[in-house]
């Protein structure tokens, strides 16, 4: 389980989040919703080790982490898979996939069938460069690469971004079989609301840096959630 605690996160002089407290359990899928600039990305960041909380806790199986750097939290069972996707593009399919193995567990570097099976076009392309992909391909390739790790958290920010419908149907199903797996905790930041609403089990909403609603999924209002995440 994850558990984060009156975290705050600051950048030099500006703070981008105040107090924040958010939870994410396995088996469940978790998402952080709000409008472009309220701290989506600076609160996964921080979770991530990406950038550091200035305060708080941030608890990951009753571990204090907000201080870990990134390999350490990717040899914890944590993977992140950043907004932008962050492919090697002169790199083939399968050696960005072997790129994950320095963070996977001893005995566990090789890339499992089931990667395969969740993202078939992959095995397709295995030889074609990163950067020759559709942007959808390197969204699933980034994806798969964090799963190579065999993670037990595993944080998306914006899968959908950019990504044509079929493409984002694939992930929203994916994401689902990860989640009936029942050993896996995702954390999902998303714009597209729709797509959120039809996967999470909890979210949390942000407005300005500060938690506006948080909790599962029905015991909150839809109505006030659209209020909160639409322009």
């Known amino acids: 389980m994850l558990k984060v605690s009156q975290l705050d996160v600051t950048y030099g002089a500006s703070q981008a989040l105040y107090s924040v407290n958010f939870e994410a359990s396995a088996g469940e899928i978790s998402c ?11 609160l996964v960041r921080a979770i991530a080790g990406r950038h550091f909380g200035s305060s708080g806790s ?14 350490s939290r990717a040899k914890n069972g944590i993977a ?9 593009a002169r790199l083939t399919v399968k050696e960005n996939l072997e790129i994950a193995f320095a963070a996977a567990p001893k005995g566990q570097r090789f890339i499992a069938t089931d990667i395969y099976d ?7 392309m295995l030889h074609r460069r990163g950067g020759d992909l559709s942007g959808g ?22 899968p959908t971004e950019g990504i044509q419908p079929s493409i984002i149907k694939d992930i929203g199903k994916v994401l ?3 989640r009936e797996r029942g050993d896996m905790t995702i954390i999902l930041v998303e714009q597209y609301l729709d797509f959120a609403l039809n996967l999470c089990d909890r979210l949390c909403v942000l407005d300005r840096g500060r938690v506006k609603l ?18």
Not at 80 to 88: A, K, L
């Open 32 to 42: 952080i919703l709000g409008r472009n600039g309220v701290g989506k990305t600076s």
């Open 58 to 71: 941030i608890q990951w199986n009753s571990e204090e982490i907000r201080t870990l750097d990134p390999a």
């Open 80 to 88: 992140y898979v950043p907004q932008g996707r962050e492919i090697f």
């Open 118 to 124: 969740l993202f078939p076009v992959l095995k397709e």
């Open 137 to 158: 391909q390197q969204q699933q390739l980034a994806i798969a690469r964090a799963l190579v790790t065999r993670p037990k958290l595993l944080i998306l920010d914006e």
């Open 176 to 178: 689902i079989l990860l």
């Open 214 to 231: 948080e909790g599962a999924i029905e015991d909150i209002q839809i109505d006030e959630v659209r209020s909160l995440v639409t322009v």
